[in-house]
Nanobody, 128 residues
Framework: QVQLVESGGGLVQAGDSLRLSCAASGDTFSSYIMGWFRQAPGKEREFVATIMWSGGSTSYADSVKGRFTISRDNAKSTVYLQMNSLKPEDTAVYYC?????????????????????WGQGTQVTVSS
């Protein structure tokens, strides 16, 4: 099992940057695909970004591509989400998640049900 704790959220203005962190404990961190999702009030949880085991491959939602960067440090058991040029529509609770199994079907990476473990979330609010 893996326990995940997010940090780094806050209130910022449009155009600002934030870096979210997600610290993992428990099982071997490098054996998990890591993802970031977000959920705005009244909306479904949506995919933001994912990173494969060694960090060599990443994937992003179109809405954040070019502005957000996911990375991981397996030595520190931590995954990061660098968010630049933030927009009010980025306002949401951000969750990190860990997936221990992957069939190799690329589209699965964006589906919440692939991920076995979730953090408690961190609020990001972007004012206009």
């Amino acid at each position: 099992q893996v326990q995940l704790v997010e940090s780094g959220g806050g209130l910022v203005q449009a155009g600002d940057s934030l870096r979210l962190s997600c610290a993992a404990s428990g099982d071997t961190f490098s054996s998990y695909i890591m993802g970031w999702f977000r959920q705005a009030p009244g909306k479904e949880r949506e995919f933001v970004a994912t990173i494969m085991w060694s960090g060599g491959s990443t994937s992003y939602a179109d809405s954040v591509k070019g502005r957000f960067t996911i990375s991981r440090d397996n030595a520190k058991s931590t995954v990061y989400l660098q968010m630049n040029s933030l927009k009010p529509e980025d306002t949401a609770v951000y969750y990190c998640a860990a997936a221990g199994r992957y069939s190799g079907v690329y589209s699965e990476l964006a589906r919440p049900n692939l991920y076995d473990y979730w953090g408690q979330g961190t609020q990001v609010t972007v004012s206009s």
